[in-house]
């Protein structure tokens, strides 16, 4: 496990059921960290990114082009530095990677512009893997987890209506209260990309935890077999026209 919060990090790995764990803390952007442990990863063979931070919060006139930089830095470079780091031990084992998608990846999300920006191009970078590295055996695949009640969305509720817009404001304080996405769907669905030897193996998809239907079989085919099915594409009357071919043949 990599984060910045040496701490946090510490109490999540003497939860972990079993040995052989090991925490790191360092910043997921920062290339020199990555390149120190690169020896030490050569044989890992499922990488799952979910580092991200939300900041920053408002209009476009509201913050520095340096902040939205550094969130592109944490949420895109840093996903990119993961898999680029494991890369030999993913290729050796044919294994996975799991990325992270994020509100304002398919559609706007205003006053959030850095966070949605990155989340957008971790899915392409995802798609833009997965092909890559499709015939090394390696599947790159991509999850939208829906609302996740972590502590980066105490920066929402600091922000205040004003910077984060009244309507997402009152989403994030509600969700909150409620609890969010379930936790234990989203692990079982990365749990599910990243086994050894699944049935329908498809990759450079990217699915929802609450809404796409993952778990049953004939719809995993179907990521497998048809090329536009979860990605992130235009739709338009040229697109339709050519789905709506391919499913007569």
């Not at 701490?7 to 290339?31: I, K, M, N, W, Y």
Request: charged share 25%.
């Amino acid at each position: 496990m990599i984060a910045r919060d040496e701490t946090r990090l510490e109490q999540s790995r003497r939860a972990l059921p079993g040995d052989g764990h090991e925490a790191l803390a360092f910043d997921v952007s920062d290339e020199d960290a990555w390149a120190r442990i690169a020896s030490d990863v050569q044989n890992v063979n499922a990488v799952v990114c979910a580092a991200a931070v939300l900041d920053p919060i408002g209009p476009i006139d509201s913050y520095l082009p340096s902040d939205f930089r550094r969130t592109l830095e944490i949420n895109l470079l840093g996903t990119l530095l993961a898999i680029r780091t494991c890369l030999p031990g993913l290729r050796a084992a044919r294994g996975a990677a799991v990325t992270f998608s994020g509100g304002g990846a398919t559609a706007p999300l205003p006053r959030f512009d850095a966070y949605a920006t990155s989340k957008a191009a971790v899915v392409r970078l995802t798609e833009n893997i997965a092909l890559d590295l499709a015939s090394d055996g390696v599947r790159v695949n991509c999850v939208a987890p829906g609302f996740v009640a972590t502590s980066m969305h105490e920066r929402t509720l600091a922000a205040g209506p004003a910077l984060a817009g009244a309507d997402y404001f009152e989403r994030t304080r509600s969700e909150l209260e409620r609890g969010g996405a379930p936790i234990g769907e989203i692990a079982e669905l990365v749990r599910l990309m990243l086994e050894e030897n699944p049935r329908a193996p498809f990759t450079g998809k990217l699915i929802s935890a609450q809404w796409d239907p993952w778990r049953e079989v004939a719809f995993r085919e179907r990521l497998a077999r048809e090329r536009n099915l979860a990605t992130l594409r235009r739709i338009d009357d040229i697109f339709f026209t050519t789905a709506s071919a391919e499913e007569r043949t």
